[in-house]
């Protein structure tokens, strides 16, 4: 049981890149999110999906994407990467409303 | 709305206690609190499901004020381990998500 995995640890890209952050969890959770963590600062929740094929907009997400086409799987897709995107990404799920959160370790994005 | 947590930061020598406290202006459907270290994800503490329901494990406890929309969390002889960021995180009536506050740091010297 590895619980909330995310792909790459670290990643440096240009502005105008685009790429996708993976996130997995073996747990069979419904709820699945994306927060973003500037240095010093609190989690941001990006996009966030209540089960397979649904997706909503939280605090922060224009220049995001994310698509559930399984419950395991929340990819977020950064499209066009500016450096206002600079941040670690975390990704966490949760069985449903009222559940214990678990938060996969993270993903440190710097754009150049 | 973010919950707001207080103080922001809080520096105790090892063995003095604190409490961290967390308010919103909505109705709260549970309260969550995390901890964490520098450079690592926040790591589940406890959560609060009911007003009046107070939680503990070791030295840390919390309490749920439903009818206030307040949660605080209650270090007692604290150690050096209990040193991080602290963060509370509300869950609104629709049960969907949590919002976190900007955190409580911590600092615990010997």
């Known amino acids: 049981n590895a619980g909330v995995t995310q792909t790459p640890k670290f990643r440096i890209l240009k502005i105008g890149q685009s790429m996708t952050l993976q996130c997995t969890q073996d747990m069979n959770h419904n709820y699945m999110y994306w927060y973003r963590q500037d240095p010093g600062m609190g989690l941001k929740l990006i996009y966030y999906?209540?089960?397979?094929?649904?997706?909503d907009k939280g605090e922060v997400p224009n220049g995001y994407n994310v698509s559930r086409s399984t419950t395991e799987d929340f990819p977020l897709r950064l499209e066009l990467a500016a450096p206002s995107q600079t941040s670690v990404y975390f990704c966490?799920?949760?069985?449903?409303?009222?559940?214990?959160?678990?938060f996969g370790p993270g993903t440190r994005l710097t754009v150049l | 709305q973010q919950p707001v947590q207080s103080p922001q930061a809080v520096i105790l020598r090892e063995g003095e206690d604190a409490v961290i406290n967390c308010s919103s202006s909505?109705?709260?459907?549970?309260v969550h609190w995390y901890r964490q270290k520098h450079g690592e994800a926040p790591v589940f503490l406890m959560i609060?499901?009911?007003?009046?329901e107070q939680k503990g494990h070791d030295k840390i406890s919390a309490s749920f004020n439903e009818k206030k929309q307040q949660s605080s969390l209650y270090l007692t002889a604290s150690q050096l381990s209990y040193s991080g960021t602290y963060f509370c995180g509300a869950e609104e009536t629709s049960g969907s998500r949590l919002t976190f506050g900007e955190g409580t740091q911590l600092t615990v010297n010997p």
């Open positions: 966490a799920s949760r069985p449903g409303p009222r559940d214990t959160q678990y």
């Open positions: 609060l499901l009911k007003g009046g």
């Open positions: 909505k109705a709260l459907y549970s």
């Open positions: 999906s209540v089960g397979a094929g649904i997706t």
